[in-house]
């Protein structure tokens, strides 16, 4: 009988960069990096009393948390390309695994916060690098599958409060062990992830070298680079800053408790279901044309949000709209600015960085005004997205019109 000899990554496609289950396995991830980031807010109380902690000291886990995020991301982004991508996912899954066990078991908080730290770090290599590989490894269709992997981390971050919700904050422990174990058993798929991607030659099949470009291509790469930070920072002080902040603006304008919590929920709600719903029309519309309706329909809806009796409605359809801006940009970066090698982990570094800023940046806002504004100084935000988009349409519609090669490069590996 012969023997065939199967080599790692065999299962998957020429022009593809993941298997089917790998594929499978990626959506999973981004779910257990949604729940792990949401899990903290609800575990405060009980985080509170078993470390007699008070309500800012508390928080230090979630910052703790990005601050390792925004790490994870920068470190793996040295060694992208370098060590290869079972490698670097591999780390970023057991780092998660550890960190999460070491947060679910410390006797002491700094312990604690060294353990989130730890689970931010992997959780930035997670989210960093499927994010990277999804942006390349499709072709035409990255857009596509970009949105459907984020989608996921809306499931998780749903599914980690309702666990919570369901099983009571004690039982935080019990949680983040049970993610450790999920994060350990997805190194098994990473057989089906293709280990090398397109490197700078890829990039550049005329044979130039992406290292050597004039002045005035530099200058252009900077500016490129810079409109998009503008774009991610802004849009996720955006989507931070309603999750934050939409419950205290409904209460102030007449609402419930309970309603303002329900249609935060809805709010993230719709995010996620964005993201599903926007993955067709990605084969059929460009990039900069799905961005550009997003941002005018997120500040529709925040100048809408000024209105007391449409406020939830409203909230809703900014998640609505939010949606595909984080997933669909990145393949648009990817094409747009080939020579900076580290835009990608830029401007994912740049979103958390947002993200971590929109609270305290937002309050301070509120302070000199009223939290009635909240919808008025977001839709400010919002205006400044839709501007940065309509600046990088027209300065990459030549790279828009260029044929795709990254299906062909990925061929090549």
């Given at each position: 009988m012969r023997t065939l000899t199967v080599r790692p990554g065999a299962a998957v496609r020429p022009d593809r960069s993941f298997s089917a289950?790998?594929?499978?396995?990626?959506?999973?991830?981004?779910?257990?990096?949604?729940?792990?980031?949401?899990l903290y807010g609800p575990a405060l109380p009980a985080l509170r009393q078993d470390f007699g902690l008070s309500p800012s000291g508390a928080g230090l886990a979630l910052s703790a948390h990005f601050v390792g995020g925004v790490t994870g991301v920068l470190a793996f982004d040295r060694t992208f390309g370098r060590i290869g991508n079972r490698a670097l996912l591999g780390a970023s899954y057991a780092l998660m695994a550890l960190g999460s066990v070491a947060f679910a078991l410390s006797p002491n908080w700094p312990?604690?916060?060294?353990g989130a730290l730890v689970t931010g770090f992997g959780f930035g290599g997670i989210d960093y690098g499927l994010n990277q590989l999804f942006a390349t490894g499709f072709g035409r269709r990255s857009p596509a599958m970009l949105n459907i992997l984020n989608a996921h981390f809306g499931i998780g971050a749903i599914a980690g409060p309702a666990l919570i919700g369901l099983f009571g904050a004690d039982s935080y422990p019990s949680l983040f062990t049970a993610f450790a174990v999920l994060a350990a058993l997805l190194l098994i798929p990473l057989g089906g992830v293709r280990d090398r991607t397109l490197t700078a030659t890829d990039e550049c099949p005329d044979g130039s070298d992406p290292a050597v470009r004039p002045a005035g291509t530099t200058r252009r790469t900077a500016q490129l680079l810079t409109a998009f930070v503008v774009l991610y920072v802004l849009h996720v002080a955006v989507e931070a800053g309603v999750g934050g902040w939409e419950p205290t603006h409904l209460e102030a304008v007449g609402y419930s408790t309970t309603l303002a919590a329900s249609a935060t929920s809805v709010y993230w709600l719709m995010m996620t279901t964005g993201r599903f719903l926007v993955a067709p029309l990605t084969l059929r519309w460009p990039e900069p044309v799905i961005i550009a309706a997003s941002c005018a329909g997120m500040g529709a809806c925040l100048i809408a949000a000024a209105l007391p009796g449409l406020a939830p409605?409203?909230?809703?359809?900014?998640?609505?709209?939010?949606?595909?801006i984080f997933p669909t940009g990145l393949p648009w970066l990817k094409r747009a600015v080939p020579a900076a090698q580290r835009a990608g982990a830029l401007v994912i570094a740049a979103s958390m960085v947002g993200g971590v800023a929109?609270?305290?940046?937002?309050?301070?806002?509120?302070?000199?005004?009223?939290?009635?504004?909240?919808?008025?100084?977001?839709?400010?935000?919002a205006t400044v997205c839709l501007a940065a988009t309509g600046w990088l349409a027209h300065a990459t519609r030549a790279t828009r019109e260029a044929p795709d090669v990254t299906s062909a490069a990925v061929t090549r590996n």
């Open positions: 289950p790998a594929v499978v396995a990626a959506c999973v991830g981004f779910v257990l990096i949604g729940a792990l980031q949401s312990l604690a916060l060294l409605y409203a909230y809703a359809g900014v998640g609505l709209f939010i949606a595909p929109a609270g305290p940046v937002l309050g301070k806002a509120i302070e000199l005004s009223s939290v009635r504004m909240v919808p008025v100084v977001l839709f400010v935000l």
